[in-house]
T-cell receptor, first 117, second 112 residues
Framework: DTEVTQTPKHLVMGMTNKKSLKCEQHMGHRAMYWYKQKAKKPPELMFVYSYEKLSINESVPSRFSPECPNSSLLNLHLHALQPEDSALYLC????????????????FGPGTRLTVL | AQSVTQPDIHITVSEGASLELRCNYSYGATPYLFWYVQSPGQGLQLLLKYFSGDTLVQGIKGFEAEFKRSQSSFNLRKPSVHWSDAAEYFCAVGAYGNQFYFGTGTSLTVIP
């Protein structure tokens, strides 16, 4: 089973709202990722968690706050977003340790389509 | 610096015709190469990957790709395209720390 699940599928929020995106994987993967994808563009890396610790933050604004409560779950907390933050948010996981020198396959979830009004 | 180039932004093919999507990479070490497919509004699905060994890699849905080190290429091929193959295709190189560098994508349209 190589499934990554994400909820909700769609989310509409106002600029003053607080919401959260959720990602789960039960493959025993040690690394989890958040990406942001605009239409017709490749995914852009936001955060990487390795063994439940934040290892990479690609200079993402503080209105995005990631959390990794356990090895299977990754959250992205959203607060005071801007309309330009509207995008498809993708979660991914990979078996290997991102701190290693090699690379590994990333398995992506279906994404959450976020619209900020 | 690591980078991936997909020269074709958009390709249109007839159903049943053959397909080749181009991917060129720039990476200083042995590359880990991937092709993903994305249907509208969906996540990325892994088609195939190359880490080492045989340079011709078979993937899902009848796709294959050939790694050519001398040309820094990893082109994706399919002998006979189906209407359901219409999607966005991304080539990626996996670098140190498992960071992915994606190409800009190629949008495939299949006409009946």
């Amino acid at each position: 089973d190589t499934e990554v699940t994400q909820t909700p599928k769609h989310l509409v929020m106002g600029m003053t709202n607080k919401k959260s995106l959720k990602c789960e994987q039960h493959m025993g993967h040690r690394a989890m990722y958040w990406y942001k994808q605009k239409a017709k563009k490749p995914p852009e890396l936001m955060f990487v968690y390795s063994y439940e610790k934040l290892s990479i933050n690609e200079s993402v604004p503080s209105r995005f706050s990631p959390e990794c409560p356990n090895s299977s779950l990754l959250n992205l907390h959203l607060h005071a977003l801007q309309p330009e933050d509207s995008a498809l948010y993708l979660c991914a996981s990979s078996p290997g340790d991102p701190r290693s020198v090699s690379s590994d396959t990333q398995y992506f979830g279906p994404g959450t389509r976020l619209t900020v009004l | 610096a690591q980078s991936v180039t997909q020269p074709d932004i958009h390709i249109t093919v007839s159903e049943g015709a053959s397909l080749e999507l181009r991917c060129n990479y720039s990476y200083g070490a042995t590359p880990y190469l991937f092709w993903y497919v994305q249907s509208p509004g969906q996540g990325l699905q892994l088609l195939l990957k190359y880490f080492s060994g045989d340079t011709l890699v078979q993937g899902i849905k009848g796709f294959e790709a050939e790694f050519k080190r001398s040309q820094s290429s990893f082109n994706l091929r399919k002998p006979s395209v189906h209407w359901s193959d219409a999607a966005e295709y991304f080539c990626a190189v996996g670098a140190y720390g498992n960071q992915f560098y994606f190409g800009t994508g190629t949008s495939l349209t299949v006409i009946p």
